[in-house]
């Protein structure tokens, strides 16, 4: 009876250890949410059945809603890079030198937490962090979807696949993609050697966009350093994964 009684506390007691640390992840994940989808999530279980299922993205990806006047906005600051070919070089030389320990020497990186854990928030951010942020988003955005009417020159001679997968919670970090995206769900096998950021068994999501390149293939440079940046200044993953390949042999004529 001894063997077993102690048995019956072991199991309670990995039990009382296993919920505190869903706990833990579930509030992390939940932190990570915008303010309108996790309303709209507790309205949800509130009243339903009584109200209907909402439609989402097949992955479970929040919904994220742009007003006019935000499109308008990021539209005026794309057209104010007036990006071309060489203005693309000096900003992937430019990123390219601000990794994390040059982020927080410049005083643009304040205080974050470990890679893999959290997002960013503002108050991880200065001022000038904050602006660098908004910046190699729009140029992402450019990157991706600009044209002529953005004041975006570059000469696009074949098409190219981004595949990007993150954390699903994360994902709205980056939520002009995802209007234009195939979004896939998929769970993360990667585990770290420290202990720390885990996401084995973690709900991912992939998302796959097509952009044209051009003869120099800064395009997909400019993709990798707008990525990394917005890495870590708010996405905050150990690594995040990003690959570009060539959709087909024929020109975008």
Same mark, same amino acid.
């Given at each position: 009876?001894?063997?077993?009684?102690?048995?019956?506390?072991?199991?309670?007691?990995?039990?009382?250890?296993?919920?505190?640390?869903?706990?833990?992840?579930?509030?992390?994940?939940?932190?990570?949410?915008?303010?309108?989808?996790?309303?709209?999530?507790?309205?949800?279980?509130?009243?339903?059945?009584?109200?209907?299922?909402?439609?989402?993205?097949?992955?479970?990806?929040?919904?994220?809603?742009?007003?006019?006047?935000?499109?308008?906005?990021?539209?005026?600051?794309?057209?104010?890079?007036?990006?071309?070919?060489?203005?693309?070089?000096?900003?992937?030389?430019?990123?390219?030198?601000?990794?994390?320990?040059?982020?927080?020497?410049?005083?643009? @990186?304040?205080?974050?937490?470990?890679?893999?854990?959290?997002?960013?928030?503002?108050?991880?951010?200065?001022?000038?962090?904050?602006?660098?942020?908004?910046?190699?988003?729009?140029? @992402?955005?450019?990157?991706?979807?600009?044209?002529?009417?953005?004041?975006?020159?570059?000469?696009?001679?074949?098409?190219?696949?981004?595949?990007?997968?993150?954390?699903?919670?994360?994902?709205?970090?980056?939520?002009?993609?995802?209007?234009?995206?195939?979004?896939?769900?998929?769970?993360?096998?990667?585990?770290?050697?420290?202990?720390?950021?885990?996401?084995?068994?973690?709900?991912?999501?992939?998302?796959?966009?097509?952009?044209?390149?051009?003869?120099?293939?800064?395009?997909?440079?400019?993709?990798?350093?707008? @990525?990394?940046?917005?890495?870590?200044?708010?996405?905050?993953?150990?690594?995040?994964?990003?690959?570009?390949?060539?959709?087909?042999?024929?020109?975008?004529?």
């Amino acid at each position: 009876m001894d063997d077993m009684t102690e048995i019956g506390a072991l199991v309670r007691e990995v039990r009382r250890d296993v919920g505190d640390e869903l706990r833990r992840r579930l509030r992390q994940a939940l932190a990570d949410r915008p303010r309108e989808w996790l309303v709209e999530q507790l309205l949800h279980l509130v009243l339903a059945p009584d109200l209907p299922a909402q439609r989402g993205p097949r992955s479970g990806t929040p919904p994220v809603d742009e007003t006019t006047e935000e499109r308008e906005r990021r539209a005026e600051r794309v057209r104010a890079l007036a990006l071309d070919t060489a203005g693309l070089r000096r900003r992937v030389d430019e990123y390219r030198a601000l990794d994390r320990d040059a982020l927080i020497d410049r005083g643009l @990186l304040l205080s974050p937490p470990a890679k893999g854990t959290a997002l960013l928030s503002r108050q991880h951010r200065s001022p000038e962090g904050e602006a660098l942020l908004t910046q190699a988003k729009d140029l @992402l955005y450019a990157l991706l979807f600009g044209d002529e009417t953005l004041a975006v020159r570059l000469d696009r001679v074949e098409r190219e696949l981004l595949t990007l997968t993150m954390p699903r919670h994360k994902a709205h970090a980056i939520a002009f993609v995802l209007r234009a995206a195939t979004e896939i769900g998929a769970s993360g096998t990667w585990r770290d050697p420290g202990g720390t950021a885990n996401d084995e068994r973690a709900p991912n999501t992939i998302l796959q966009v097509e952009y044209g390149e051009i003869a120099e293939e800064l395009v997909g440079n400019g993709i990798a350093a707008c @990525l990394r940046l917005i890495n870590n200044l708010e996405v905050n993953e150990v690594v995040l994964y990003a690959r570009m390949e060539n959709v087909e042999e024929s020109t975008l004529a």
